[in-house]
């Protein structure tokens, strides 16, 4: 009964099929026939392929160009540990292997940004005092890494220096970053009290630098830098925190240019400036001694009695208390 049932149930498909194609033939003979050589005589993928030429991916001509995956096998650095201080940077070279992986990108991490960040690159800048590891994974294979320690130095702790009550700031002795004083209010009224003699002179004096606070002076002083290159900017223009400007006693007067040597109002401070307590700090021909240019317009307060000694001496202070100006780096 069940066989009796198929058999007639495939005699009646034989039978629409047939039906059906005829019908097709009578609207479109030639649309029909395609039909039929698919349905009844399937060819391979591939000759169905090389019949769209529209498709140029499937062409075979660039078969053979097609990629093989590699992937990445193992993570090299060009070191595995280094000691920074806060603010220094420092980028270990990674390698992949094998040479020829296909995907090397690189995924880093640090395990405390509040020690030592690291960037996409791999670019790692210490940030506080303490130890941290950086990860770098292969973006390919996330479960291979290598770790990089970093250590961060405790900041350097700057002090003041002072040498007979002066207060010493040159390339050798600098300042705290966090030293911000202001103009020294003795300092200022001495200097008020000096434009006022030397108005008496027929010399007519202003300030156009006084204290500049470690930003300041970080922002000049890098601007000097692009303009220049550091070895040039280190003849003229203090790093921040090496400047005399920030103590608030340092005063540059009417023309921080070397057009102000030789005017009479230069001519009157180097003559004059000691009795009131400031020193010319920068004198010409001294630059390997105090680190700086010729500055005829760069006054520094140290108080009237030392002043007086310095001039007497016609000494520089590096000189007088014999020491050096030179970065230690
Ligand atoms: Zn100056």
């Not at 320690?149 to 010493?168: Q, R």
């Amino acid at each position: 009964m069940k066989k009796l049932f198929c058999f007639t149930a495939a005699l009646f498909i034989v039978f629409s099929l047939a039906a059906c194609k005829t019908s097709e033939k009578e609207d479109n003979g030639s649309y029909s026939l395609k039909t039929s050589s698919t349905d009844f005589n399937p060819v391979s993928s591939e000759t169905v392929e090389d019949s769209i030429p529209s498709e140029p991916e499937y062409t075979e001509s660039e078969e053979p160009q097609e990629k093989v995956y590699v992937g990445v096998e193992e993570i090299k650095l060009s070191a595995y540990e280094k000691t920074l201080n806060i603010g220094e940077r420092f980028m270990p070279i990674v390698t992949m292997l094998p040479e020829n992986a296909s995907n090397k990108a690189e995924i880093w991490e640090s395990d405390n940004t509040a020690v030592a960040t690291v960037n996409k690159y791999g670019n790692i800048t210490a940030i506080g005092e303490g130890n941290c590891t950086v990860t770098v994974k292969s973006a390919d294979k996330p479960e291979l890494s290598a770790v990089f320690k970093v250590t961060v130095n405790a900041p350097v702790k700057v002090e003041l220096t002072y040498f007979d009550g002066i207060l010493i700031v040159n390339k050798s002795y600098p300042l705290p970053s966090d030293y911000n004083p202001g103009v020294n209010s003795e300092a200022k009224a001495a200097l008020n009290e000096m434009f006022s003699a030397a108005a008496g002179d027929g010399c007519s004096m202003r300030v156009v630098s006084g204290f500049r606070s470690y930003t300041v002076q970080k922002n000049l002083y890098n601007n000097y830098v692009k303009r220049d290159g550091v070895s040039a900017a280190d003849r003229y223009s203090a790093r921040p925190g090496f400047s005399e400007h920030q103590t608030g006693l340092a005063f540059d007067i009417n023309d921080a240019n070397s057009s102000f040597e030789g005017t009479k109002e230069a001519i009157w401070l180097a003559e004059n400036a000691y009795k009131y307590g400031f020193i010319l700090r920068y004198p010409d021909g001294k630059e390997h001694i105090t680190g700086y240019k010729y500055e005829p317009w760069h006054y520094r307060y140290i108080g009237v009695e030392n002043a007086a000694k310095i001039f007497s001496s016609g000494l520089t202070l590096e000189e007088y208390f014999g020491i050096t100006s030179v970065y230690a780096e």
